[in-house]
C-alpha cells in the first residue's frame, strides 16, 4: 500500500487523524500522559473498523496504555496503529498486543528525531529570523516565526499520517515473515523498563535533609544513604508508590500524599 493507493474513505481517514492528532495533550495527566489524547484521536478509526461494543472497548483500553511522543509527529504512529488496527479487524489471527508494543517501541525513537527536528532546528531558525526583525521594529517578526515553524510542522504533520497509514500493512506482512514482531514485544518490555529506571535516577529526587554533629564530626543522614546504595531514597519512594498502585489507590491520591509529605518533610527540616 502507498499513498496513490489510497481510497477515499482512507484519506478521509487520515485528514481525521490529523485534526484530531492537534488534541493529543488535551487530557493530559501524570499517570499516562497522552494516552487518553491518543485513544480519543483513534475513536473514529476503531468504530470504522470494530462493529460491537466489545470490540470498540478492548480497542479503545489498547489505546489507554501509557503513551508520550513529540506532538508533532504523532500521526506516523496514529497512522500506523489506524492501519494495524484494520488488519486485526480483518484477520484475528494477528496477536493484538502487537499494536501496543509497535507504539512503545517506537515513541522513544521517534521523540528523539522530533526533538531534534522541531525544538533543536525549526524553532531556532523560526526565533532567529522573528528575534532579528523584531528588534528592528518589523511587523514580519512575529509572522514569519510562526510561518518558519508552522509551514513544515504542519505539512510533516498531515503527510506523517498518510505514511504511518500507508506502511501499516506492509510492517504488520513483513514483521510476521521474518519474526520482528516476537522480537519488537521484547524489545519494548526492556525499553519500558529501562526508561523508568532512567527515569527514577534522573527524575525522582529525595533527600534526608537531617544533619548534626556528634564531637567535632558532622554526621550527614544522606551521606550514609548514599553509601549503602546511590540513590536508594528515590528508588524505594517509587516502590512504594507503586505497591500503592497495585493495591488500587488512585494516583490522584498518590500525587497528594507525595506532594503533602514533601512540604511538611521541607517545613520540619527532615527533607
Not at 481525521?16 to 492537534?22: G, V
Not at 461494543?53 to 504523532?74: C, D, G, M, S, W
Request: glycine share 8%; hydrophobic share 50%; proline share 3%.
Amino acid at each position: 500500500m502507498n499513498k496513490m493507493s489510497l481510497s477515499t474513505d482512507e484519506k478521509k481517514l487520515t485528514r481525521t487523524l490529523f485534526l484530531r492528532s492537534f488534541m493529543l495533550e488535551a487530557s493530559f495527566n501524570f499517570e499516562k500522559m497522552q494516552a487518553l489524547g491518543f485513544a480519543w484521536a483513534m475513536f473514529p478509526v476503531i468504530k470504522k473498523f470494530y462493529p460491537t461494543k466489545e470490540e470498540q472497548v478492548e480497542a479503545l483500553k489498547r489505546h489507554t496504555a501509557f503513551f508520550n511522543i513529540t506532538p508533532y509527529i504523532v500521526t506516523f504512529l496514529l497512522g500506523l496503529s489506524a492501519s494495524m488496527e484494520k488488519e486485526y479487524a480483518e484477520n484475528k489471527s494477528i496477536d493484538p498486543s502487537m499494536i501496543n508494543a509497535v507504539k512503545v517501541s517506537l515513541m522513544g525513537p521517534l521523540s528523539g528525531i522530533g526533538d531534534s527536528f522541531f525544538w533543536g532546528t525549526f524553532r531556532v531558525i523560526a526565533a532567529g529570523v522573528g528575534i532579528s526583525l523584531s528588534q528592528q521594529g518589523n511587523i514580519l517578526g512575529p509572522i514569519l516565526f510562526l510561518l518558519i515553524f508552522n509551514v513544515p510542522h504542519l505539512l510533516i504533520r498531515y503527510y506523517c499520517s498518510v505514511l504511518g497509514y500507508s506502511l501499516g500493512s506492509k510492517f504488520i506482512q513483513s514483521s510476521y515473515e521474518n519474526g520482528l514482531i516476537s522480537h519488537m514485544t521484547k524489545l519494548a518490555t526492556v525499553i519500558g523498563l529501562t526508561t523508568v529506571g532512567a527515569m527514577i535516577s534522573t527524575m525522582v529526587v529525595f533527600q534526608v535533609g537531617f544533619t548534626t554533629k556528634i564531637g567535632s564530626m558532622k554526621f550527614v543522614l544522606q551521606d550514609i544513604f548514599d553509601q549503602i546504595v546511590p540513590n536508594i531514597l528515590p528508588l524505594s519512594l517509587t516502590f512504594f508508590v507503586f505497591w500503592l498502585i497495585r493495591k488500587g489507590v488512585k494516583v490522584n491520591y498518590i500525587i497528594i500524599g507525595v506532594f503533602a509529605f514533601g512540604l511538611l518533610g521541607t517545613l520540619v527540616g527532615i527533607l
